[in-house]
């Protein structure tokens, strides 16, 4: 199956990306699916007033988690807005009640952060090139947001893993990520010939 992450800020456009790219992908004939961010579900129903401990990050990272793993075994792939190298990012300066707990919590975020790059097969990094706009869901103000996106890319490039940018209207983004994986030669490793094909 193949895996692909989108890293950003919040604000960048992952979410417009994803669906996008689920959809091409689905009209191309691959069974493919689109892993949605827990983390907006869990802000709807509690408020972004309850994501302000590290340990909250991690449950909701657990739950993240669960998703990918539950995506049909025989699809082809998914693409995820929200994937597991973010967490850490987000949890490691919140509070704990003692250094105990901040130890115990940063460790599980940042061995997600490190395990997620042998699962993902493209780590996508979506540009910035709109407005942010400020939904009710996010923490961030844009300048920080913009930080983020900075940090995010700095960080994975610093532990030696690899990631592609992408730019341009939506319609520009999805094609260059699927020629990336054609390039690559991932599409056609791992996706099946599709039954029109004979």
């Known amino acids: 199956m193949l895996r692909i992450a989108l890293v950003a800020g919040p604000g960048a456009g992952k979410t417009t990306l994803a669906n996008a790219l689920t959809a091409k992908l689905k009209t191309m004939g691959y069974k493919w699916y689109n892993v949605p961010e827990y983390a907006r579900e869990f802000i709807d129903e509690w408020g972004r007033d309850a994501i302000t401990r590290a340990s909250t990050v991690l449950l909701i990272a657990y739950r993240q988690m669960g998703r990918e793993h539950k995506v049909n075994p025989s699809a082809d792939g998914f693409v995820t807005d929200s994937p597991l190298i973010l967490p850490w990012f987000y949890g490691r300066d919140m509070k704990c009640d003692n250094e ?10 940042y061995k997600m952060f490190t395990r997620a790059f042998l699962d993902y097969d493209l780590v996508v990094h979506v540009k910035r090139e709109k407005d942010y706009v400020e939904d009710g869901c ?8 913009r930080a983020i996106d900075i940090e995010v890319v700095n960080e994975i490039r610093a532990h030696g893993y690899g ?10 983004r999805v094609n260059r990520v699927i020629d990336k994986l054609i390039v690559s030669g991932m599409l056609a490793k791992k996706l099946p010939r599709k039954a029109s094909d004979g």
């Open 138 to 145: 996010r923490f961030q103000t844009e300048k920080e947001a």
């Open 163 to 172: 990631v592609i940018e992408v730019s341009g209207t939506t319609d520009e």
């Open 100 to 109: 105990a707990e901040k130890y115990l919590v940063i460790t599980r975020l």
